[in-house]
């Protein structure tokens, strides 16, 4: 029978060389997108004190949140980098002194709470890669 030409033969293995070459880079790239995801993901609350959402019947003396990462600490500055703000169900602030950072758990102390109901944590942190984040979230206190 026909046998193909030496020249369609070479054709033929040519198109089969790129196309593996292709999908070699085309993998290739692939992983590189992949493997370097989690080197720009930013922070995130991975745990709090008292815990969000959830209602304690034990006075907090202290707010404690801690971050997937680091947070930066800007050593001899009047300027903090990293704020935890919380009120109570009346409005009124209930954190006090400075925001304390250890590697990547910040904390701040809190006045003698009055009032039974929610209270709101609002907080600003900046991790050591730069990354900012903003959110608050609700805990409830019931004497």
């Known amino acids: 029978m026909d046998q193909p030409s ?3 033969a070479d054709g033929w293995e040519d198109n089969v060389r790129k ?3 292709l999908f070699t880079a085309l993998t290739i ?8 995801s989690p080197a ?5 609350l991975i745990k709090s004190s008292p815990s969000a959402n959830k ?3 034990v006075m907090p003396t202290s707010v404690k949140l801690t971050f997937e990462e680091r947070l930066l600490v800007i050593s001899g500055s009047k300027k903090q980098a990293n704020s ?3 009120k109570s169900p009346s409005n009124k602030r209930v954190s006090t002194g400075e ?22 944590v609002t907080f600003r942190v900046v991790a050591e890669d730069g990354h900012v984040l903003k ?9």
């Open 6 to 8: 030496p020249s369609m």
């Open 19 to 21: 196309i593996k070459s």
């Open 29 to 36: 790239v692939g992983v590189l997108i992949i493997s370097a």
């Open 40 to 44: 720009s993901a930013h922070t995130e």
């Open 55 to 57: 209602t304690t019947a």
């Open 84 to 86: 935890i703000t919380v």
């Open 99 to 120: 925001v304390k950072v250890i590697k990547n758990v910040a904390s701040v102390n809190l006045l003698k709470l009055q009032e039974s109901g929610k209270y709101q």
């Open 135 to 143: 959110d608050s979230f609700k805990f409830e206190f019931r004497k």
